[in-house]
């Protein structure tokens, strides 16, 4: 199997980045890890793993970014202004620094974010902010409700970064349009603590039109990696 590192300064998060590639070629698909992990999680928990036929057919190649999410929306040592900024700034590094990278290496049209729990935000938030660059999400136990990291504060950067905030507002075609063009799948199961959230961002798009998937799964102890392990093989 391909793999590759790469690490560079990036100028929009003023510290070095880090991110993992899987593959030599196929649908590209952004990894984001859970809170608080880094890039090399997806492949210590044997997600790669899972994927490895796919990645060595050439059905897929993984990109596995990092996280600032202990700068950003886990800093409680730093004012929430600054947490949902520093989010803005990591966003801007993933469709300006990360996306030209996967471009040199991979033509395929389509580009898919992924994640899982925490990162499963991530996925949904950069793929409905950015449809023009990614069209379609994989987010397996994913959590959409962040109010609860900003202590109350909310400003127009807290709002565009949560979609079951901005989504029932939007009516721009040119986002809904793209949306509807895309491939959007919400996994969860039963007992996960992220069931509701899913539900309600699953009646959002619904009630926009958009074209998605939910499946939620009768499994034991479905937030966590064994279950996101037979997720992603299934639905990726």
Not at 28 to 38: D, E, L, M, Q
Request: aromatic residues 14%; negative net charge; glycine residues 10%.
């Amino acid at each position: 199997m391909n793999r590759e590192y790469h690490k560079w300064y990036s100028s929009r998060l003023g510290r070095d980045m880090e991110l993992l590639v899987f593959g030599h070629a196929g649908l590209p698909v952004v990894v984001f890890p859970t809170s608080g992990g880094k890039f090399y999680e997806f492949e210590d928990r044997g997600m790669i793993g899972a994927l490895g036929g796919k990645i060595d057919a050439g059905q897929v190649q993984v990109y596995c970014v990092d996280s600032v999410d202990m700068e950003s929306w886990y800093n409680k040592a730093v004012p929430p202004r600054w947490r949902i900024a520093r989010h803005v700034q990591y966003d801007d590094y993933l469709i300006h620094e990360v996306v030209p990278l996967l471009r040199q290496k991979n033509r395929d049209p389509h580009l898919v974010s992924l994640g899982c729990s925490f990162g499963g935000f991530h996925a949904v938030n950069v793929a409905l902010k950015h449809p023009d660059v990614f069209t379609g999400f994989l987010s397996m136990s994913g959590a959409f409700d962040l109010r609860n990291f900003l202590g109350g504060y909310y400003d127009q950067d807290c709002y565009f970064n949560q979609p079951m905030d901005f989504l029932p507002n939007l009516g721009d075609a040119w986002f809904l349009d793209r949306y509807r063009r895309s491939s959007y799948v919400l996994a969860t199961g039963w007992d996960d603590q992220c069931l509701g959230q899913n539900q309600r961002l699953d009646g959002i798009m619904s009630a926009k039109g958009i074209p998605h998937k939910l499946f939620v799964w009768d499994s034991h102890n479905s937030h966590d990696w064994p279950t996101w392990m037979r997720m992603v093989d299934q639905y990726l």
